[in-house]
């Protein structure tokens, strides 16, 4: 179900809400849309980090009746950050800084869930990606029992080059990924740390597992290949924390 307070719709109000600088999760266009208030949506859209997506207008139909010209916005429910402003903050106030980055998990309770650990274990922020990630939306913020309302949240453009950027500033880049070369146990979770966890059906990309310093494994002892990701988030969360507080 889908909250009517989360959406805008009509071309002019969804370039009115982008222009005034509102964090938008995604923006739903129909396909064959043609006009000139159309061309100054794309425009308004140029150089965001807002995905959009075309789609059946039978679509956009199911979701509102109301005069929406073709076009309807969702916003998102949290203020996204970003992690370029936030490390040099944390590190100026004598912080350690711990990050969480999810590369491709789209579904919200997953998302909200992994957001409730990272909040109880300390985490500084989740990194998600403004493309093929998860939208932060109502259900997401229940799932995270209020986390979301207390954990910064960082939507980043490229998850390569914000791996690229943590790593510059020091950060140790953990990989959760069955291809790991050792136990999770092993790997170093003490100074600055990012940790990655991927979708459980594709992990992390390779471009990504690429940048990280250790890859690890959780083991499997039964005959199922894969735990949840939010169950698996968690095992790596406090296993960072466990290191931490020592």
Not at 3 to 27: C, L, N, P, T, Y
Request: proline share 3%.
């Amino acid at each position: 179900m889908i909250d009517k307070s989360e959406m805008i719709f009509g071309v002019r109000a969804v370039i009115e809400a982008i222009q005034s600088g509102k964090d938008i999760d995604k923006v739903l266009v129909k396909r064959d849309i043609q006009s000139d208030l159309s061309k100054e949506l794309f425009a308004a859209l140029k150089g965001t980090m807002i995905p959009v997506q075309r789609v059946p207008v039978e679509r956009i139909n199911r979701i509102t009746r109301k005069n929406h010209q073709g076009v309807v916005a969702f916003i998102s429910s949290v203020t996204y950050q970003k992690v370029e402003d936030l490390v040099p903050f944390l590190f100026e106030e004598g912080k350690n800084p711990f990050f969480v980055m999810l590369d491709g998990v789209t579904d919200v309770r997953n998302f909200g869930a992994i957001a409730r650990t990272c909040e109880c274990a300390g985490v500084d922020a989740v990194i998600i990606p403004a493309k093929g990630s998860v939208t932060v939306n109502a259900d997401a913020m229940k799932t995270s029992a209020g986390a979301l309302n207390i954990l910064p949240v960082c939507r980043e453009q490229s998850l390569k080059n914000t791996l690229q950027y943590l790593k510059e500033s020091g950060f140790r880049i953990v990989a959760a990924t069955e291809k790991g070369d050792y136990d999770y146990t092993k790997a170093d979770y003490v100074g600055p740390t990012c940790i990655i966890m991927g979708a459980e059906d594709k992990g992390v990309s390779y471009d990504n597992l690429a940048l990280c310093d250790e890859w690890v494994k959780i083991p499997m002892l039964g005959t199922i290949e894969s735990l949840n990701v939010s169950v698996a988030a968690g095992i790596l969360i406090y296993e960072a924390v466990k290191q931490r507080i020592k």
